[in-house]
């Protein structure tokens, strides 16, 4: 939302599901109306849309449908507000199809920035999978055009969508040039050092680098970033997690 308020254009943020409390993280920066009904300072209106309780966006079935019948009645609602004459509509859920078809004068981008067939508790559950790919490929036939961030993904969906490009997830690679001094949270590691930074969340497959940190004891394995909703208390010795690290920080560390 801040990319195209940049660029100069009217935004309207919905959060669709997730933790409130991070929601409200997200915005804390800019802090204002979460309703939808006014801008906050940076000039976004934000909202978080309604969800019948213990009941994921993400599921089919009457779940699906009550979700998507409240979060529609929210976008219609704040669509009404904030109507514009060429409005743009962006998602990155695979299973939000039947919200976004609700609004035909958008234009609408799918946002595909993973396969989603490898979340945690989707991949090797033959059913879930195939909900997904059932859910993303109503995406990709809807959509006018659908972003990837790699060709890997873009090489899966081109057969399927009505329009794919590839843009490349950003970096501000100039940042990490020149000579730093050793930050005091890699004092005292061995070297050689393997170095994560990103969120250590439920995309990441802890086992698998306990796994990995075990067959190569003489690594030292550091992840700079918040650590949500994966259980690290069998990480082996030579794991170092620093947590949530501010990005002018990131360039010392590597």
């Not at 933790?19 to 109306?33: A, C, M, V």
């Not at 990155?92 to 396969?115: K, N, Q, T």
């Not at 909900?131 to 006018?144: I, K, P, S, T």
């Not at 497959?205 to 550091?222: H, K, Q, T």
Request: glycine letters at 10%; proline letters at 9%.
């Amino acid at each position: 939302a801040r990319a195209f308020r940049g660029l100069g254009c009217d935004c309207l943020y919905l959060e669709l599901e997730g933790d409130p409390e991070h929601f409200h993280e997200k915005i804390e920066s800019s802090p204002g109306p979460v309703d939808g009904t006014a801008l906050s300072p940076e000039g976004i209106a934000v909202a978080r849309v309604p969800k019948v309780p213990l009941a994921p966006y993400a599921l089919f079935g009457p779940s699906h449908w009550a979700n998507m019948k409240l979060a529609s009645g929210q976008l219609e609602k704040l669509s009404s507000l904030w109507r514009r004459d060429e409005p743009v509509m962006v998602t990155y859920g695979w299973f939000a199809s039947h919200l976004v078809w609700g609004e035909p004068d958008a234009r609408h981008v799918y946002d595909c920035i993973d396969d989603h067939t490898a979340a945690a508790g989707v991949e090797g559950s033959p059913g879930l999978e195939q909900r997904v790919l059932d859910g993303e490929r109503e995406m990709l036939e809807g959509a006018d055009v659908t972003v990837c961030v790699s060709e890997v993904l873009a090489s899966e969906r081109r057969e399927i969508a009505r329009r794919c490009v590839v843009l490349p997830n950003a970096a501000r690679a100039e940042a990490f040039d020149g000579e730093f001094p050793e930050p005091k949270a890699l004092e005292g590691l061995p070297r050689p050092r393997a170095l994560f930074m990103g969120t250590f969340g439920p995309k990441i497959d802890a086992a698998l680098v306990a796994d990995a940190a075990r067959r190569s004891p003489e690594v030292s394995w550091i992840f700079a970033g918040d650590v949500r909703g994966v259980s690290v208390r069998r990480m082996p010795p030579n794991v170092k997690l620093l947590g949530e690290t501010p990005h002018g920080e990131m360039p010392a560390l590597a």
